[in-house]
């Protein structure tokens, strides 16, 4: 399976201002996923991310609150934009099956 | 997907003795079934998987059953040692090969001496 460098790994930020994460893949993957996980809760996919076309969001989340950048094989962003205390979660990148359904890190965000 | 609570629920063994971890998932299309172990401050790891041709899937301590008549999968850990203790899910999703998973509630196992 393929190994997954996600960073930051954890920030807190002051409310209204904009933290992009990113994920770096030691291998060409078509899709990468995108994951949400609430204190204390489980895992809510955000959103698909395909190399060349745009990101499709899940329900509940939308591309100008959560904008992706998958601008080539082995790369993408998530970005969290304005972001509130509601935000405060983990966020975390994964690969599909091809590729072992491996999770990045995680990126544990806390605005303050 | 399914909903989620606030709360994990917790089961706590003794060092030693063997854990049950229960799961019931919601799509009855689903094809392939994971198992993760989540330690704090890290990312899902990968324990086991089954696809759904299969009822029984073992691995080095660990055993993966699943009925699908009920939508249910079971998750369980020989000899549990304190290293065990973290947060389990499981993870459902159809056919292997480029979908998104959903995962279960999650169940917090704590190990005690």
């Known amino acids: 399976s393929a190994v997954i460098s996600q960073k930051p790994s954890r920030d807190i930020c002051q409310r209204g201002t904009s933290l992009t994460i990113q994920c770096q893949v030691d291998?060409?993957?078509?899709?990468m996923f995108w994951y949400r996980q609430q204190p204390g809760q489980s895992l809510t996919l955000i959103a698909t991310a395909n190399q060349g076309s745009e990101a499709t969001y899940e329900s509940g989340f939308v591309i100008d609150k959560f904008p992706i950048s998958r601008p080539n094989l082995t790369f993408s962003t998530l970005t969290v934009s304005n972001m509130s205390p509601e935000d405060s979660s983990i966020y975390l990148c994964s690969l599909g099956g091809d590729y072992g359904y491996t999770f990045g890190s995680g990126t544990r965000l806390t605005v303050v | 997907g399914e909903s989620v609570g606030l709360h994990l629920p917790t089961l706590s063994v003794q060092e030693g003795d063997n854990s049950i971890i229960n799961c019931a998932y919601s799509n009855s299309a689903s094809d392939y079934f994971i198992w993760y172990k989540q330690e704090s401050g890290k990312g899902p790891q990968f324990i086991i998987d089954?696809?759904?041709?299969?009822d029984k899937r073992q691995g080095q301590r660990v055993t993966v059953l699943l009925n699908k008549t009920v939508k249910h999968l079971s998750l369980q850990i020989a000899a549990t040692q304190p290293g065990d203790s973290a947060v389990y899910f499981c993870a459902e999703t159809f056919s292997n090969s480029g979908y998104a998973l959903n995962f279960g509630k999650g169940t917090s196992l704590l190990v005690t001496p």
């Open positions: 291998s060409q993957v078509t899709m």
């Open positions: 089954i696809r759904s041709n299969m």
